[in-house]
């Protein structure tokens, strides 16, 4: 039944949008089968989706290069804004706005778009990329106006955003469950403001495939604990209102980033949830400094956040790395970087093989130790 919920969720998304693309004579979007195995296509969905500035939005389609039944879902990163001077693309924006071809990973294949490195786990999963360009998170529904005050020689001035994240994120997985039928496992991660949501659209992965193993990685997100975040960001982002019913009893003060994890991961404890994250990240103090946080090592922040969740589920871990470091999963240093000699390669490939994992903490926090 708590499934269904979210499966419900999906197919009405899926069903609007294809009565909007009916109704506005867009042509059908690429199947599966258009597409060449081994290398990345590029899809623009047109209809509801759209980037913070009114771009067009694509994401972009991996099938694997033999035959396989494990899908990967990776949610890109690219900041986040909830303010006009971060906002405004003339002041000091602090977000991608824009998706083009720069944003296909074949322009970086490492990590885990490294296709050709026998150690990579995903090395023959089929992959969708959901592209980011909404300043939300992937969890925004309204078109917000913001203000900048004036500064100096430059006049007061305004904005206005389109976040967007959910339709766009929703459209992608509509694509992707109509296209890829019933994997037996699936992998779900995101780095950075894609490893935010990513627990949060798990259950309609997993609402759409019932039979599958599913597991969850969110990379470089776990240290933004500021107990009235919420309200600026998501508030701004209108977030409150695509939550599932899952979420009725949370106000939006009460709402934080973790209950993501808690939310999902009570409601789905045959899935895996983790996290993987350096303790001194400095692109997540460079955030929370943007929300009055400062002077706060990221180690007292992480361990409080990792403890809430893993206090309220017991199928979630974390792998917590030692060095100052953001965003490791497209990386080559996906493959290098460890904690007492347990390589975060190795933890999370025994995580996709659905292997018991255990989770694990640097000793000395202030450097990255290495293993081959």
């Known amino acids: 039944m708590k499934k269904a919920v979210f499966g419900l969720c999906a197919g009405v998304v899926a069903l609007l949008a294809l009565l909007t693309g009916s109704v506005m004579g867009q042509e059908p979007l690429p199947a599966l089968g258009d597409l060449p195995a081994g290398a990345w296509s590029a899809i623009l969905p047109g209809g509801d989706t759209i980037c913070s500035n009114g771009t067009p939005y694509q994401f972009f389609v991996r099938p694997a290069a033999e035959a396989s039944s494990s899908l990967l ?7 986040a804004c909830w303010f006009g001077q971060i906002c405004d693309l003339t002041r000091n924006p602090s977000y991608d706005p824009f998706v083009d071809e720069s944003d296909n990973p074949a322009a970086a294949p490492f990590g885990i778009f490294d296709f050709d490195n026998a150690e990579n786990p995903f090395s023959n999963y089929n992959m969708v990329m959901v592209p980011y360009c909404t300043g939300d998170v992937h969890i925004g529904n309204k078109i917000t106006t913001y203000t900048s005050p004036a500064e100096g020689d430059t006049p007061e001035s305004t904005v206005t955003i389109r976040h967007n994240g959910y339709n766009n994120a929703m459209t992608v997985l ?6 890829f039928q019933q994997p037996d496992t699936v992998f779900v991660t995101g780095c950075s403001a894609g490893a935010i949501p990513s627990p949060f659209y798990t259950p309609f992965v997993a609402a759409a ?12 997100a776990g240290g933004y604990r500021n107990p009235g975040l919420s309200v600026d960001t ?7 209102g695509i939550l599932p019913p899952e979420y009725a009893d949370f106000s939006l003060r009460e709402m934080n980033f973790e209950q993501f994890y808690i939310t999902a991961a009570t ?4 899935i895996s949830f983790s996290q993987y994250n350096t303790a001194g990240d400095g692109v997540q103090l460079g955030f929370l ?3 009055g946080i400062t002077g706060k090592p990221l180690i007292d922040l992480l361990r409080p956040n990792l403890a809430d969740i893993g206090g309220a589920a017991s199928n979630f ?15 080559p240093d996906f493959y290098s970087y460890a904690v007492d000699g347990l390589r975060l390669v190795d933890w999370v490939a025994a995580l996709a093989a659905g292997d018991e994992i255990d ?3 640097c000793t000395d926090c202030t450097v990255a130790e290495t293993g081959e």
Do not use: K
């Open 209 to 220: 495939y019932p039979e599958a193993r599913i597991e969850q990685l969110g990379d470089a």
């Open 289 to 291: 400094a943007l929300t």
């Open 234 to 240: 998501m508030g701004n982002w209108g977030t409150m």
């Open 73 to 79: 879902v990776h949610f890109q990163g690219g900041g």
């Open 174 to 179: 509509d694509w992707t469950f109509d296209n």
């Open 359 to 361: 989770s694990v903490t």
């Open 317 to 331: 871990d974390a792998f917590t790395a030692g060095g100052d470091t953001h965003c490791i999963t497209p990386t």
């Open 267 to 270: 409601y789905h404890p045959d």
